[in-house]
């Protein structure tokens, strides 16, 4: 197994989603969750989620196992060291996610970046304080993310151009549909009826 190049860090299903979603298409994922009793069933929901997308034909039933190989769990932040992508899928509670960038710049490499999942914050808001602002930027993924293929990138006014196209880059290769969103409007992400119009569900692509 070679060592993972995105590490998602956050509790709840949603970060799994995002993991197994990322694997099914190839690659190498580390989770970072706060607890050992929170990883004890990061590995049974992925199989949960996988054996919905078998029952669902969506995924071939001979690929679990090898999805879930790809799939590494831990409780140390600084096992993310080395890793190019950080997801976060934290809370949304600005001052959380803050200090957790601060934690993740003492560890990671000045190329790795940062991307939040977060729904309601904006890029400019969220990279306050950091040294390295221009790593940060938004992956709001749809709810499931392993069955909705929908993903929108926001980039803030010093994030760099080199890190967007990384990051939606990987993503479209995993057979999601990249919405850039421009000038980091991230209040277009919420649910409601004044959505922008490309964020309305399209249905589900089948899996390759």
Request: net charge neutral; charged share 25%.
């Amino acid at each position: 197994m070679t060592s993972p190049c995105i590490a998602i860090l956050g509790s709840g299903s949603m970060g799994v989603g995002i993991a197994t979603h990322l694997a099914r298409h190839g690659h190498e994922v580390l989770l970072i969750y706060p607890s050992m009793e929170q990883l004890a069933e990061v590995l049974a929901m992925a199989r949960s989620i996988l054996a919905g997308l078998v029952e669902a034909g969506r995924f071939a039933p001979e690929q679990v196992a090898a999805t879930l190989a790809r799939l590494r769990t831990s409780t140390r932040l600084k096992d993310v060291a080395g890793v190019r992508l950080l997801i976060e899928t934290l809370p949304e509670r600005i001052e959380l996610k803050r200090a957790l960038y601060a934690e993740l710049e003492r560890i990671v490499d000045a190329e790795a970046v940062i991307a939040s999942d977060t729904g309601g914050l904006s890029p400019e808001r969220l990279a306050e304080g950091m040294r390295h602002p221009g790593r940060l930027l938004i992956a709001h993924f749809r709810s499931p993310p392993h069955r909705v293929p929908l993903v929108a990138v926001v980039a803030g006014r010093q994030t760099r151009s080199e890190h967007l196209t990384y990051v939606r880059t990987l993503l479209a290769g995993t057979n999601l549909e990249v919405v850039v969103v421009p000038d980091g409007a991230a209040d277009c992400l919420s649910p409601g009826p004044a959505r922008s119009r490309e964020w309305r569900a399209e249905p589900e692509r089948p899996a390759k």
